[in-house]
């Protein structure tokens, strides 16, 4: 059936005991989604507002937050909705969207953690040509690198897999995902498969550039005890959040091509929810805590705030 021309109704999975317990789904998906959008939007507008912060290293971060809350809205609003109203359906044109919009952040993440990655490079090996190699004109060339090449991955695969004839409707996921869509059609997925394997030694490209980067990181702190100390402040958040975001990837992407009956439907919504949920509330915690400007500015909001509502209770007293 053509699926482009008219959209089809696609089923998605049920939360167990969702009917019984569908309140306190909400109520927990409604406090990760506003706690994402809250923490995230406050990390870009401290990094916007505050002049100290205008340094290449808190402009990726900015990015970073950025595309956190754009891939979370990809999926918070629609779960949201089916749990109030209690309808796991959507239509084949919003399914590709969802897909879209999920998967193009994850890739969008890897490539600014990429990014950031050089950064931490030229910042600690080549301290003194930092700013003539990280100028405003190379940051806007890797930032547009770091959304361009993961959008301009990720189409060509929506478009592929969602040209093709569907036989099937539903889709074992909580969201759409590529392979999932793919999967629905009775048609041979060659063509996808051989798009899919271009699409991660595109990628690979990057995790290879990641590897070099703290290969020559770790060798530069050997040497020297102030490198060795930015390394543990700015490096270790990087890599915890790769390793983080790489399993989980890796996993997502292993269960939707060859699945695993074997796996527990629990654990599997779990890891599944874990590339929407850990990367987008861990980074702004991990890198805007731990880097000591933002701490900084942080904590003089916060002391704002409250000499701000006690002079508003001296007042009304």
Same mark, same amino acid.
């Given at each position: 059936m053509d699926n482009m021309s008219s959209p089809l109704r696609l089923t998605l999975m049920v939360p167990k005991q969702s009917e019984t317990?569908?309140? /306190?789904?909400?109520t927990c998906f409604l406090f990760i989604y506003l /706690?994402?959008? *809250?923490?995230?939007?406050? /990390?870009?507008?401290?990094? =916007?507002?505050?002049?100290?912060?205008?340094? !290449?290293?808190? =402009?990726?971060? &900015?990015?970073?937050?950025?595309?956190?809350?754009?891939?979370? *809205?990809?999926f918070y609003p629609k779960f949201l909705s089916d749990l109030i109203l209690n309808s796991y359906v959507i239509s084949s044109h919003m399914c590709a969207l969802q897909s879209f919009v999920i998967y193009s952040s994850l890739l969008c993440e890897f490539t600014i953690l990429t990014v950031m990655s050089y950064d931490r490079y030229v910042a600690i090996c080549k301290p003194l040509d930092y700013h003539s190699k990280l100028t405003k004109y190379t940051c806007v060339k890797l930032i547009l690198f770091s959304?361009?090449? !993961?959008?301009? *991955?990720?189409? !060509?695969?929506?478009? /592929?897999?969602?040209?093709?004839p569907f036989c099937k409707y539903h889709i074992d996921k909580l969201y759409c995902d590529n392979w999932s =869509?793919?999967?629905? *059609? &009775?048609?041979?997925?060659?063509?996808?498969?051989v798009y899919g394997y271009i699409v991660a030694v595109i990628f690979c490209c990057c995790a290879v550039i990641i590897i070099v980067s703290y290969a020559k990181l770790i060798s530069a &702190?050997?040497?020297s005890l102030e490198n060795r100390r930015k390394f543990w402040q700015t490096c270790l958040p990087h890599i915890l959040s790769l390793m983080n975001f790489t399993f989980a990837l890796l996993f997502d992407v292993m269960y939707s091509r060859y699945g695993s009956n074997d796996i527990p439907e629990s654990l599997r919504n779990f890891l599944a929810l874990e590339l929407v949920i850990v990367p987008p509330v861990f980074n702004p915690l991990i890198y805007g805590l731990n880097i000591r400007a933002v701490r900084r500015v942080f904590a003089s909001c916060i002391s704002a705030r409250v000499n701000i509502s006690e002079a508003q209770k001296g007042l009304k007293s």
């Open positions: 317990y569908w309140h /306190l789904y909400f /706690l994402i959008l *809250s923490i995230n939007i406050r /990390l870009v507008m401290v990094i =916007i507002m505050q002049k100290a912060l205008r340094e !290449p290293m808190y =402009i990726f971060l &900015c990015h970073l937050s950025v595309n956190g809350v754009y891939g979370a *809205s990809g959304w361009m090449v !993961p959008n301009f *991955s990720v189409i !060509p695969a929506a478009l /592929l897999s969602n040209l093709r =869509i793919v999967k629905l *059609s &009775c048609a041979s997925s060659f063509v996808n498969n &702190c050997k040497a």
